[in-house]
């Protein structure tokens, strides 16, 4: 499922006459099937909000998004986010905060046990299935969260710097966990983060945002299959690309 976003605008108001403050500013962006794309840059950029755009959560008050061809209506099923806190249901367990990611109706009929069990094994929590949240650590709550995104099988994957409150082993760990599910699933993803070395090592392309008002000023293709193997983060590949984002970057925050 493609999706393309046409001169996106948008602006949040602060007081009660003052003048909006620009979030956004004529965003083009076209992510195709299948494809595997970051969005970096400087924080309050407005890269949250433009997430919460393509997700359908906040409506611009620029510019159209098309979703399959289709213009947006709102969130649906077929776009699911993970965000920088994992916010699971405090009150059950791992099984049944990943099993909350499915429709009512396939939850109703018993047919999720297979999918969330399948889920379970693959983050690698089946010792923890009956845990409830407050007893696991950040790092296994954010692996939970990832499951309960991908349980219902959305089409694409939005992701609001998923990894950053987490330590630096457990962050590459989730990584490769993520890299290999959205390759193995064959999912589109789109990953917000100020990490530059995590846009690399696991997008196609990354698209640069300008200081605020956000607007995307430039976009690297990063030449290497998915999903990269965990030495990829220091390669010559990555390192030469890092230094051409950290350079346009720079200069963007340069100029204003
Ligand atoms: N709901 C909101 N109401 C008012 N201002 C907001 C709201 N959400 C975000 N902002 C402001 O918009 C700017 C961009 O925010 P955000 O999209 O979260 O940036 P980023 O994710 O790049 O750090 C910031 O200045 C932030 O304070
Ligand atoms: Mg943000």
Known sequence: MALRAEAIGH????HLNGPPLDVLNGIDLQVEAGQFVAIVGPSGCGKSTLLRILAGLIDPLAGRLLIG??????PDQRRAMVFQQ?????????????????????????????????LVERIGLQAFADHRPDSLSGG????????????????????DEPFASLDQQTREDMQDLLADFIADERRTAVLVTHDIDEAIQLADKVYLMSPRP???IAEFNVPAARPRPADFRTSDALVVLKRDIVDSLRAAMATG
């Not at 602006?11 to 602060?14: D, T």
């Not at 099993?99 to 009929?109: A, E, H």
């Not at 709550?141 to 694409?156: C, K």
């Open 214 to 216: 956000g607007r995307l």
């Open 140 to 159: 296994m709550a954010q692996r939970v969260a990832l499951a309960r995104a991908l349980a219902g099988q959305p089409e694409m994957l939005m992701l």
């Open 69 to 74: 061809g289709v213009p947006s209506t709102g």
């Open 11 to 14: 602006a949040f108001k602060r």
């Open 86 to 118: 994992p916010s699971l249901y405090p009150w059950l367990n791992v099984t049944d905060n990943i099993s909350f990611g499915l429709p009512p109706l396939r939850r109703r009929l018993g047919l999720a046990d297979q999918r969330v069990n399948e």
